[in-house]
T-cell receptor
């Protein structure tokens, strides 16, 4: 079983809806990530939080809004999405970037399958 | 951006055959990881290689990191249907850098 838990597993929303994706980890990791993955493609980095602070935003549109309430939780708030935003959204965690000897190994959740109608 | 090129993009083989997936770059990576992703799941870390020339074995899977730490390979011996999945290599340029993913190799092993 994965130690990174994502909810919901599936989400269908209209373009005017507001919804949130949630992620939780209890491995003591201090870095958490959101990735977007289209079918048969590699994951694309969206956001990185390090010690609960946003450290990387890969020029993601503002209709995606991340939030890190504490070191174990990561949310992705969704508003006014487009059909092309339909994808698998993956949360991951790792030891904090820059940790001496760290190799950046990622532990992924099972993902939230998002469909925007 | 340091690019990782994976080949082949797709492999379809019969159970019992061997296969090799390659991951190449013109840049040096401090470490390189291999993940396997099954449909509807998130990627799962298989191995991390750190030292140039390193070889690691995980049951029927053999991973090698090139001497110059620019390339890696994954070899599966006597593939089984359970080996089916998307294999992703990912490189860390340095301990501060973002992980770079290869495009992935879709492996299908038929009984």
């Amino acid at each position: 079983d994965t130690e990174v838990t994502q909810t919901p597993k599936h989400l269908v929303m209209g373009m005017t809806n507001k919804k949130s994706l949630k992620c939780e980890q209890h491995m003591g990791h201090r870095a958490m990530y959101w990735y977007k993955q289209k079918a048969k493609k590699p994951p694309e980095l969206m956001f990185v939080y390090s010690y609960e602070k946003l450290s990387i935003n890969e020029s993601v549109p503002s209709r995606f809004s991340p939030e890190c309430p504490n070191s174990s939780l990561l949310n992705l708030h969704l508003h006014a999405l487009q059909p092309e935003d339909s994808a698998l959204y993956l949360c991951a965690s790792s030891q904090a970037p820059g940790l001496a000897g760290g190799t950046g190994e990622l532990f992924f959740g099972e993902g939230s399958r998002l469909t925007v109608l | 951006t340091q690019l990782l090129e994976q080949s082949p993009q797709f492999l379809s083989i019969q159970e019992g055959e061997n296969l090799t997936v390659y991951c190449n770059s013109s840049s040096v990576f401090s470490s390189l990881q291999w993940y396997r992703q099954e449909p509807g799941e998130g990627p799962v870390l298989l191995v991390t290689v750190v030292t140039g020339g390193e070889v690691k074995k995980l049951k029927r899977l053999t991973f090698q990191f090139g001497d110059a730490r620019k390339d890696s390979s994954l070899h599966i011996t006597a593939a089984q249907p359970g080996d089916t999945g998307l294999y992703l290599c990912a490189g860390a340029p340095d301990s501060w850098g973002k992980l770079q993913f290869g495009a992935g190799t879709q492996v299908v092993v038929t009984p």
